[in-house]
Every structure is written in C-alpha cells, then in structure tokens.
C-alpha cells in the first residue's frame, strides 16, 4: 500500500502540552492549523459546539475507544483503526456509516508530528469509507496518566433498507462465512511489542468494510441474517456469543478456516490459537444456505474479500455452543475466550 | 507448513486410528506425562478418536499447574513489596496465589512483565541497573536451560541486580511417585518428548525395569501422540514392558549434553513441592548455593507461610490419574478458569483446563 501523507503546517511546539487541551489559544491553533483543515467538511466548517444535520430512516449509532499499544504498527496506526473500527461497526449493524465524532485524550509530550501522521490516517480512512467527521474534543492529560494517544470514535450511519439483520434471523442451515484471513491484526500486532523479536512481513489488514457489506445487501438484502466483525476475542468469542443469543449450535471445519501462513507459524511459535486472536480487516456473516455460493462469490468480487470462505453452518444441535472439526477429523468445542489470552511456557 | 502439517495428516490419522481399533482386544489405561501432550489430545479431538478400550489419563506434567502456592505469593509479594520487576511467562502470571496472581499485582500497579525468554530479563537488569530483576524460572528439564543460562550470562556480565525464583521440576521422580501410589492402575506411559530432548531417554529405563511398565517418548503432533498411544498398546498387548522412542527426530538418546552441562553449573537437586500433589523427593532443580547471588530464594529472605490447598479440590487425584476432570463435583461449577480452585484448572496444558476449554463436558 501507498502512504499517504499531507504536509505538516508549522505549529509552535514539537510536542502536544498540557496547553493544547486547555480550550484556550493553543487548542484554538491546533484545531486551526491541523484538524479542520485536514478534516474539512461543510458540518465540521461551523466550528460549532456539535454537528447539526438530517437522516431519515431506521438509524444506527455505535461508539469505541481506542487504547492500543503500539499507537503505530505495521500497516496502519491509531488513527485509521478508529475510523475503520466504527465504521465496521455501523456496516454490521446493516446501516451505511454517514457520519463520525473523534475525540482524542492526549498524553502531553506526544510529538506532534506523529499526532499529524495519527491525523493524516483518519483522513484518508474516512474519505476511504466515505464518512465524515463532524465533530470532535481534544483533551490532553499529564505525562504519566495516559499511553500516548487514546482515541474514541463514534458513528451514525442509515440502515440500509433491504437490511434484516439479527440473531433472531438465524435458522439452522444458515452458511457461516468469513470475509478473509483469521488472526493477521493480532499477529501483526503482536509482532511489534516489547520482548517479541519474532521477524515477519505481517502487516495489519485494518480496513473499513462497509463498501463490501453494502454490495452484499442490494444484492441478498435479507437474506443476509448477521453480520458481525470478531475484533477483540477473535473468532471464537464472536461465534459463542452469537450462538448463546440464537439458541443454536454453530460447527465450524479447522481446514476451511483461511489463515496466512505467517500467522499460523507464529501461532504455533507464541502458543496461540488463531480463533481467539483479534481481527480488524474482516468480517464473519451469517447468510441463507440457498445463496450462500453466491453471496461468497459476490464478496470475492471485493478488495476486501478475495479470500473469503465458507467456514461453518448454524445446527440444531449443541444449542449455545460451538463445535470445531480439526484437521484430523476430531471435534471439539469451541469456547469463549478467557480473561486474555496469554503465551504458554512450553 | 513443513514438519508440522506432515504430523496432522488425516490419512495418517486415520491408518494410526483404524490400526489401533485392530489390535486392541482388552482395556488399557496409559498416562501421557506431559501437559502439552493433554492439551493436544484434547484440542484435536483426539481421545473421541481412540479404542473405547484405551483409557487416556492425563498426568502431572504441567508446570505452572504444580507450581507452591507459596511460591506464587512470594513473586507476588517481591513485586508489591520490594519493588522489583517480575518477569515471568505469560501463563504463570494468572495463576491464583493465597491472595492474588501476578496479573492482580499487576493490575494494582506491581512492575510484573511477561516475557518470552529468561535472557529477556536479563536484558532489563542490564538497562534498569538501579532496579532488582527476578524471572520466576518455573518449568521442568525443558525450560530449565534457558533459565540457568540467563544466570550464566548474567553472572558473565558482571550484574548484581539479576536473579531467579526458581520452581523447577523434573519428570522421573514425577513418574515414580505416581506409580508408588497404589491407588494408581497405570499401565503404560507415553514420557514427555521435550523433556527428553534436552535430558536423553537414559533415566527412563530404571523406571521402566522397575515398575514392569512400557514407555513411549512421544511428541505433541497428532500422528506423533497416536503413533506413541499405538506403540504402547502394541507393547501390552504383546506383554512387553520396554522404553521406546516414537519421538526420535526431535529426541537423540543421550538428549542434549550441552545444555545438561548449564543445567548441572547453575541447578542442584534438590525435594520439591508440587501443588496438589505434596513433596516429592529429588524432584526440583535449585540454585547452587555458590551462585547464591543469583537465587531470589536466598537473595530476599522473606517468609510466606505455606496455606492449606482447597479441601473441594481433587488437583492430587486428577494429577496421578485415579480421577478425570469432570468426575470431581466442583469442575466447571465453583472452578472454572477463571475462578480455579486447584493446580490443573489453572493454566491451559492443566488437565481440568483443557476439559473446561476444548470438551464442553460438564458444561
């Protein structure tokens, strides 16, 4: 992928103050000379307290928080994963994301050109995902009290009008499809944190997904039944949690499940199971059994979705629990995540 | 992924499953020692493959399950109280003390630091030297290496504020106490294959003439753990009592002499707790005393009393094999992974923990 950049414009400080989030001059300047300039849009041009704008129709509004270390990694940063994060978050909901709030706490002495690269990210993500940010707050917090940079977002996007999507959907035979290669965010992650000095070319395959979805729902409309992204928890969890809410069992094939090699190697290495470690960059989908080659074909058709995958199907089986077939043709059970999932010794 | 995918071929599987369900005509129970073994088992769905005649039970070999709590305590009291950096593998630091793990110390500000090797930590000694650095070098012969080189390097560097909480134990003397139990009915052993790339398969031979016993050294693949379950059962079948090893591309038979040489400069044997099990004589590695300097032991004398083990908690019984996981009446009710009670329930190579997370029995 290209970097994308943008000029940095001359600012008194080489790193974010206390000042900065004072509300004062030096917040005016940076707001001034960074965000809305680089974010410009007619609703965030009224500089105004908040956004005032019309939607029609069912509407959905999610928010996240953004904490993760390091604030820079391989293939993205901060920024872009608070732009995406939401958005994929409105696109699951079945809705088309319209428009984003940002708000950042800032531990002071972050330098200010990663601030302005953290920017530059949000930028394109959101032209990317065709959002706007409307809105915002910067608040900047003793050296000490904060990691760098946190970021919440929140969003509001129209539900799409074929949109049907709940767990009260589900049916048994219902096909389970995943949107691409499981585990890669974590790994990537992972790869770049403090006493890991494993090498690899992983880059993190954060993404927003809402353009895909949105093709998916003007063709299957309802027939599409959930749509969920397994960020925090992986796989596993996001699949326990939709088959305790619907009453049904899940079984997914080991073999169908798409991982990079990569990652699998490194799962192996760290003692990790990929259907436990965070996604960002793809999504899992719950659809009739009729269409389900075609909405696979379909989303293969999508920059975000050439390795997608028919992994699993709903079953009336083992309600509220979800059963793996491995490789060898074993089964086991599948369960929820517990506390975080640690590194074993040997 | 090469020597991986090799060793979790289906048709393999299946020719390994189809040759067994052949040559097993009578009931045979066989303990696997070691935790990654059970983990593996349970995680491929192993043991819904097997003979209803041959009954895994799942051994004593995970170490951070047989860890003192005691021993627990006093890592977490060093973090609190005295300031140091704890390093420690990742699942050690959520295994549950009297009062807390390392993972609540953490939590209540504790400078506890998960590491991936002791040399790591050695690291941190060299870049923090006003500060005292323990690893909490748990493990059995496998890790064992590792830990007493980082004291070996340490030593070499010159540092004073680098030393271990050493925890660690050895799987022969495991093995004998287990078949000194009479309630034990063990009739084979599939032996711990990484324990025995670094020790050798020497030690196992007097077990094996003394107990009349046959013994595998077995890997953690699927085709490995099913080709060493078929050696057994070929064994006993036959009436054959004899060490083999199934593992031989990992494990030569004199193990590792280079690393049993740091081993024997920086460890002595020494009696050892295990959690849910009790002493076992000659069974722990500790510092020697002429590298005291080194050993968070004698380094920070600090006394924590020793506390009684849960009395709900059948640990010992599901360590030696006389009862499975889900036969104990507080499995997946008052102990859970997240609430254990006992040693097993504790890290994920503990057999109750790999029931709990990969069975669903008792869910």
């Known amino acids: ?346 | 992924m090469k020597f991986l995918t090799e060793y979790r071929d289906p048709e393999v599987v299946e020719s390994y499953v189809g040759e067994l369900h052949k040559i097993t005509t009578r009931p045979w129970t066989i303990m696997e020692v070691c935790g990654g073994q059970t983990h593996s088992l349970v995680k491929n769905g192993l043991l819904d493959l097997l003979p209803e005649n041959v009954r895994m039970v799942h051994g004593p070999g995970c170490p951070v399950c047989v860890t003192p709590v005691h021993l627990i305590d006093k890592a977490v009291y060093l973090a609190e109280e005295k300031g140091v950096i704890m390093c420690s593998f990742g699942d050690m630091i959520r295994v549950p003390g009297s009062r807390k793990s390392l993972l609540e110390a953490k939590a209540g500000g504790a400078d506890v630091r998960i590491l991936y090797s002791p040399l790591e930590a050695v690291k941190i000694a060299q870049q923090h030297p006003d500060r005292e650095v323990v690893f909490f070098a748990v493990g059995f012969e496998t890790t064992a290496p590792a830990n007493a080189l980082s004291v070996v390097h340490a030593q070499r560097l010159g540092l004073t504020n680098y030393s271990i909480l050493a925890s660690h134990v050895l799987v022969p003397p495991a093995i004998d106490a287990v078949m000194n139990d009479e309630d034990v009915r063990i009739q084979g052993f599939l032996a711990a294959g990484h324990v025995c790339t670094i020790m050798g398969i020497s030690e196992y031979y007097g077990l094996v003439e003394k107990h009349k016993i046959p013994m595998v050294v077995t890997g953690f693949e699927p085709v490995d753990l099913l080709q060493g379950i078929l050696m057994t059962v070929r064994q006993l079948e036959a009436g054959r009592a004899t060490l083999e090893n199934q593992y031989s591309r990992v494990v030569p038979a004199e193990g590792n002499p280079e690393a049993q040489r740091v081993i024997q400069q920086v460890f002595e044997v020494t009696d050892r707790e295990w959690r849910g099990i009790g002493t076992i004589p000659h069974s722990g590695l500790e510092v020697r005393p002429e590298l005291a300097a080194f050993d968070a032991n004698r380094k920070f004398s600090v006394s924590i009393p020793k506390v009684p083990e849960c009395v709900d908690c059948i640990a010992g019984q599901v360590l030696k094999g006389i009862k499975k996981p889900y036969e104990c009446s507080q499995f997946g009710k008052k102990c859970t992974p997240e609430n254990p009670l006992g040693a097993p329930m504790v890290s994920s190579e503990g057999a109750c923990a790999a029931y709990f997370h990969f069975s669903g029995v008792g869910l």
């Open chain 1, 1 to 346: 992928m290209i970097a994308l950049t943008c000029p940095m414009p001359q600012l008194d400080f080489d790193v974010i103050t206390l000042g900065h989030g004072s509300g004062g001059i030096l917040t005016s300047k940076l707001l001034a000379a960074g965000v809305f300039d680089l974010l410009k849009n007619p609703l965030l041009d009224t500089h105004h307290d908040g956004a005032v704008f019309e939607l029609s129709g069912p509407l959905a509004f999610s928010t996240d928080s953004y904490v993760i270390s390091p604030i820079f990694f391989p293939g993205g940063n901060i920024g872009e994963l608070a732009v995406n994060g939401t958005v994929n978050d409105l696109a699951m909901c079945g809705a088309v994301p319209k428009y984003l709030s940002l708000s950042f706490i800032i531990e002071e002495g972050l330098p200010m050109s990663e601030f302005w690269e953290i920017l530059v990210a949000i930028k394109f993500a959101a032209e990317r995902a065709g959002v706007s940010i409307v809105t915002g707050d910067t608040k900047v917090v003793e050296k000490g009290k904060g990691d760098k940079i946190f970021i919440n977002t929140s969003g509001i996007g129209q539900v799409h009008p074929q949109a049907k999507i709940s767990t009260t959907y589900i049916q048994p035979g219902d096909k389970l499809i995943v949107s691409g290669y499981v585990a890669t965010h974590g790994i990537a992650i992972m790869s770049v944190r403090e006493g890991l000095d494993f090498e690899t070319d992983l880059v993190s395959d954060t993404v927003n997904l809402n353009h895909a979805v949105k093709s998916l729902l003007d063709e299957f409309g309802s027939a599409i039944h959930l749509l969920r992204d397994p960020t925090r928890g992986g796989v596993a969890t996001v699949l326990n949690e939709i088959a305790r809410d619907c009453s049904l069992g899940i079984d997914i094939m080991q073999e169908q499940i798409p991982v990079l090699d990569d990652v699998a190697g490194a799962c192996e290495l760290l003692g990790l199971d990929p259907l436990y470690v965070a996604n960002e960059g793809i999504f899992l989908a719950l659809v009739a059994a009729d269409v389900a080659d075609q909405v696979l074909t379909k989303l293969r058709e999508t920059d975000v979705g050439k390795q997608a995958a028919i992994i699993g199907e709903v079953v009336p089986e083992h309600p509220a629990q979800v059963v793996l077939t491995s490789r060898i043709g074993g089964k086991r059970v599948v369960n929820m995540l517990v506390g975080e999932q640690l590194p074993r010794i040997c």
